[in-house]
């Protein structure tokens, strides 16, 4: 029986011989990626793909998922009690500070010139789970389980309690997949904050560094020194912590200096991530949210060659 | 070797692959991940080399395609190095299929540093980072392990 139907199978068109299978195939993929490289109608079929491996993104993290439910369930209440006790008094600071902060921002908008105080600048955010996470030497991506359903758009900023986490790359309609700012492809542009130096820090592909490989030796940089976000690029708004320099290296042989940093957010093990959405009428909104959706994701700078170990 | 029944087997296959496309995204440390194998591929050579007339391409192909859109490479470049080792592993079946599993392994080395040799080509042509050694260290656990997956595989599909 089950000799017949193979054997009436055998000359039917499914069974093509390998080589023009493999010919057929071959040809397929190679016109997916000429597109995929282009962001051509590739993206469709991506996003369609993209819906399809959503229950398998989500069973993939589902192990993390599990692990951390339990350390959460089995915490004593003691711990949690003392955890309580330290928020609060957290939040007592943070409140006092954006007394602070608030009455500065009036006082700024004063300065300026400006009639009335400032929008705010966050305008909406969203809080993703990770459902998938990817920390290779060559992609540093997070799956959050928020997508085009939610309003999440290409290109959106994403931060967590610390600092900046990343952006969105690739929407699908229940998911998206966040560049973090340590993925090798990933420059964010930095200004730091004692000295208004303006520079790109470039990820490295190990989620607790940044590189840094555009700075002179000559610069005006220390370990220690803080990073947060220029504001030009048009994805990021400006402000935003990215990181502190761990290292600064002076070669007295090369232009550039070796500079490393240690990304301020905990972007290898954050549960959780804050989608943003901006006002675009504040002047520390980024660009132009409109042009940073239809621009490919700012992402490639090439390191200078030969310029970093 | 007898011909397996196709709708049966087929079923088997694309069951098989789903779990190793699973097993093979697993997230895991990254000292471990560096050496983790690639399931999948050892799944795809196992039956394109038993069964290559059941097995498809297609399964290659489509497998490759979710591996792409789960990792976020290029769109086509796992299907196509998927697709690749499928091929080869069907016009060598004759060859391959009888040799001691041993033996089989460094079939699986070259079919291994094939499909990453195609990856990493992918990668350089269009502009990605390509130049990291770690992206093959899992072809010698992938070659260690190709008796054991193909024994369980076996077991699987033809309970002597």
Redesign the interface.
């Known amino acids: ?3 017949a ?3 009436a ?2 000359p039917s068109t499914r ?1 093509l011989a ?2 023009p ?2 010919f057929v ?2 040809v ?6 000429y597109y ?2 282009r962001d051509g109608w ?1 993206v469709s ?2 996003y369609a ?2 819906a ?2 959503y229950p ?2 989500v ?3 589902s ?2 998922q599990l692990w951390l439910a339990t350390t959460e369930f089995l915490r004593s209440s003691e711990a949690l009690r003392a955890e309580n006790a330290q928020l609060l008094d957290r939040e007592r600071q943070l409140s006092l500070k954006a007394m602070r902060f608030e009455a500065l921002e009036q006082e700024n908008a004063r300065l300026r010139g400006l009639a009335n105080a400032l929008p705010p600048l966050v305008s909406r955010s969203q809080l993703a789970d990770v459902v ?8 540093q ?1 997070l799956v959050v389980n928020k997508g085009d359903r939610q309003d999440v758009f290409r290109g959106q900023a994403a931060v967590d309690a610390a600092g900046l986490m990343g952006q969105t ?2 929407i699908g309609p229940w998911s998206a ?1 966040i560049m973090l700012i340590t993925d ?2 990933h420059a964010v542009p930095v200004e730091f904050v004692r000295t208004g130096l303006r520079t790109i820090a470039v990820g490295t ?1 190990n989620s607790t560094e940044l590189e840094l490989p555009y700075l002179p030796v000559n610069s005006d940089v220390k370990e220690g020194d803080q990073m947060v976000t220029s504001g030009l690029g048009g994805i990021f708004p400006a402000g935003v912590p990215v990181g502190v320099i761990t290292r600064f290296h002076r070669d007295p042989d090369q232009i550039l200096a070796q500079v490393r940093a240690r990304p301020a957010a905990t972007l290898d093990h954050d549960g959780q991530v804050m989608l943003l959405w901006f006002d675009a009428a504040h002047p520390a909104a980024p660009v132009n949210p409109k042009l940073a959706t239809e621009l490919p994701p700012a992402t ?1 700078a090439q390191p200078v060659t030969g310029a970093t170990p | 070797m007898s011909f397996a029944a196709p709708r049966e087997s087929r079923l088997l296959v694309y069951v098989t692959a789903l779990a190793a496309l699973l097993l093979t995204l697993l997230p895991l440390p990254q000292m471990v991940s560096v050496f983790w194998p690639q399931f999948l591929v050892l799944t795809v050579l196992y039956w394109s080399t038993m069964t290559p007339h059941a097995s498809g391409m297609l399964v290659a192909f489509l497998a490759g395609l979710m591996l792409d859109v789960l990792q976020g490479t290029q769109l086509g470049q796992h299907a196509f190095a998927m697709s690749l080792v499928a091929y080869l592993a069907i016009r060598l079946h004759l060859l391959t299929r009888a040799k001691p599993l041993f033996e089989q392994s460094l079939f699986v080395v070259a079919a291994l540093l094939i499909y990453e040799g195609a990856l990493w080509a992918i990668d350089g042509w269009s502009g990605r980072d390509a130049n990291s050694w770690s992206r093959w260290l899992h072809i010698p656990t992938g070659a260690l392990l190709w008796p054991i997956v193909a024994g369980l595989l076996g077991r699987l599909h033809a309970p002597r």
């Open positions: 029986m089950a000799f139907s193979g054997a199978h055998r069974d390998p080589g299978r493999f195939c071959a397929l993929s190679l016109v997916l990626m995929d490289q590739s079929i991506r793909l993209q399809a491996a398998m993104q069973a993939l993290g192990p993390r998938a996470s990817d920390l290779g030497r060559l992609r991506r790359v690739r997949e090798p492809e592909g490639v």
